[in-house]
């Protein structure tokens, strides 16, 4: 029988009936999910405008409140303390780091001795900002005055709500390094307002990138704990034409050695094992790590009486609800059993088991997220500073393993059965994804989070050993052969 389309129109529309009043029925049948597994979202963000001006962005770089009005050039903030004066930095023996500006003026005046078009190509590839001018060397020179200023402040933002009590026994101090990836940074800090316990953090944000107001504008939103911004000065976007950045001079990475000594370019004679030369954007994530330990142990005035564990993060990871609570267990688990281990909270694995807490032998690429160790671990690397600085590789995390294996550090660490900590970067510097989808990232992650629930805030933990042994030789990635960088390594230590 042949049905008209007015009669066959009525019965779709019942059937469409039929399953809406059905899914209404079964969703009045489930309850809200546990405060523990509540899916993270991400806050509203601001409408968005035309491509800001150089000004625009000079004017709203580093707001802890509502962006002030357009400038016609950089100024710091007003509540920035006086400007304290910072020697040129040396190395152990006194001599000055060739090539390397700490203060104002010599970074200003290197700039200047650039060509524009030269130092605006180098400054927009560090600041991968589209639409952002490069800043000129008087701009660089205001940004290195605000952020020896700052970082001598250490202004603590919203501690009126969230006072820092370092003594209290569930203060945690979270350490975060971010470069200028302000999608990835959101949906961190969305994750971490999900933790439990997070009003008794301190975050530190350490950042090697001023000119970019979105991750400015992602920092302003935080309203959830207690934080603190540190700015590295040795960052490529304020040498955006001399070292740490790529000097005009530079080998081209893949020049051959004698026709680099032929050509009279700097470090001719030291390529890496590899037989290639720096790339600047990959030494600068070691100096900016290497840096923020430094500062965060022995210059974060907050922290100097404070004698536990601090976690640390990347801009690109993502936070688990019972994070501190599995960390608290996991430090109280290995007091007899490895006390000079550092927790790994990390994982690339999206199973395991939340009650395990294994002790095993330490790999840099499996175990290098969420990372937490105290200021006795942090003094074990710093005393094996000449290791850590002249190893060629230009990786933090497979230098330390070199430590390792070098008796340096302990060569175990307590790992977490299943991740507390995940990563989210389908960007970054190894990856180069079309378009990094923080949204599909974040939703990701909520799945896991909701198929692993049963796994979250264990009672106790199982800890157990493991036959898995770290490597024995860690042979180096290169990247590292340049003695400008090993130079400014040592400087920073002996600072």
Known sequence: MRLSPRRLLSGML????????AFVLHMLGHSPLPASTQLVSLPDQPEATATPSRAAIS????????????????????????????????????????GVARTTQSVAAAAAANTAANAAANAIARTEAPG??????????????????????QAIVNEDKFPVDVTHPDFRPIIIMI??????????????????????????????????????????EIDFCAYVRLYSPYSLELHPAQFPGDDPNDCPRDMPRASAIAAGCNSAEFPDKYGHYRESKFCAIKHHWWWKSIFVFERLRVLQT????????????????????F????????NTTCPDCMVTLGSYLDRGDGRLLQVLGWNSVKHNMGMAFNRQYWNRVRACKDTFCTFDDYNWDWTLARLSTTKCIE?????????????????????????????????????LMKRNEAQLFPAQLNVAPSLMRAPNVVKGSGGWGDPRDHQLCLAMADA
């Open 14 to 21: 019942a059937i469409l009936g039929v399953c809406a009043l």
């Open 59 to 98: 004017s709203a770089v580093v707001r802890h409140a509502t962006p002030a009005p357009e400038r016609a050039s950089w100024k710091a903030p007003a509540s920035v303390g006086r400007a304290q004066s910072t020697p040129r930095l040396t190395t152990p023996s006194g001599t000055p780091v060739a």
């Open 132 to 153: 952002v001018d490069a800043p000129d060397a008087e701009e660089i020179g205001e940004m290195v005055r605000f952020l020896e200023r700052s970082n001598e402040e």
């Open 179 to 220: 470069h200028n990836r302000a999608d990835y940074l959101r949906v961190l800090l969305a994750t971490l307002r999900a933790v439990q316990g997070v009003e008794r953090v301190l975050l530190v944000i350490s950042q090697d990138v001023l000119t970019n107001p979105a991750v400015d504008a992602v920092i302003a």
């Open 306 to 325: 404070y004698p536990g564990y601090m976690l640390f993060l990347e801009e690109d990871h993502a936070v688990a609800p019972d994070a501190l609570h």
């Open 327 to 334: 960390l608290r267990l996991a430090l109280s688990s290995i």
């Open 411 to 447: 060569s175990r660490a307590a790992v977490a059965g299943f991740g507390r900590v995940h990563h989210l970067g389908k960007c970054g510097v190894h990856k180069h994804a079309l378009k990094c989808d923080t949204d599909a990232a974040l939703k990701e992650f909520n799945m």
